[in-house]
T-cell receptor, first 111, second 116 residues
């Protein structure tokens, strides 16, 4: 499985933007970039995904580098409820959900 | 509101007991998965299913077994639990043939198993 590299932890203050980076230098042309997050004592929750173009939804924005070897999840205004582990994952579509979850980035949000 | 349900949420049992972790989804998804996660560690895929009567082993070897007799139900069974089975077990599902071609997973809240 193609793997990604993320910082172990990041911190932010409440109501500030947060940029969570992810490197995926071995990405192939048909790999989707997914982001999930996991709150304490919960299962992971889907956040956003993209292929080539930047994507926006109600939760976050996904900025994808032109060479697709890196991406950034953007939380526009962090809240205390955004404190979670964020996973950046490559999805090969045809592998029918065999997504590899690394250790992710632990985001701490300070009031 | 959760569309995928796992029971029990927490289970503490003695060594040698047989246990079944239940997972049900109401979304009509064809694909279902079981992941195993230890505290602070990555998720490991242990079983998956493409549909009824289809089950496959995942990337991490597991002594557990699964069945898929109904689309909505994907139980996981341990015939004889051991302390090494202590972990969190997460069930997920996704839709076949999604419009975008990507696999978007919906997870349950997890079942935390402790074997004494």
């Amino acid at each position: 499985d193609a793997k990604t590299t993320q910082p172990n932890s990041m911190e932010s203050n409440e109501e500030e933007p947060v940029h969570l980076p992810c490197n995926h230098s071995t990405i192939s042309g048909t790999d989707y970039i997914h982001w999930y997050r996991q709150l304490p004592s919960q299962g992971p929750e889907y956040v956003i995904h993209g292929l080539t173009s930047n994507v926006n939804n109600r939760m976050a924005s996904l900025a994808i580098a032109e060479d697709r070897k890196s991406s950034t999840l953007i939380l526009h205004r962090a809240t205390l409820r955004d404190a979670a582990v964020y996973y950046c994952i490559l999805d090969r579509g045809s592998t029918l959900g065999r997504l590899y979850f690394g250790r992710g980035t632990q985001l701490t949000v300070w009031p | 509101e959760a569309d995928i349900y796992q029971t029990p949420r927490y289970l503490v049992i003695g060594t040698g007991k047989k246990i079944t972790l239940e997972c049900s989804q109401t979304m009509g998804h064809d694909k279902m998965y079981w992941y195993q996660q230890d505290p602070g560690m990555e998720l490991h895929l242990i079983h998956y299913s493409y549909g009824v009567n289809s089950t496959e082993k995942g990337d991490l070897s597991s002594e557990s077994t699964v069945s898929r007799i109904r689309t909505e139900h994907f139980p996981l069974t341990l015939e004889s639990a051991r302390p090494s089975h202590t972990s969190q077990y997460l069930c997920a599902s996704s839709e076949s043939g999604s419009f975008s071609g990507a696999n978007v997973l919906t997870f349950g809240a997890g079942s935390r198993l402790t074997v004494l």
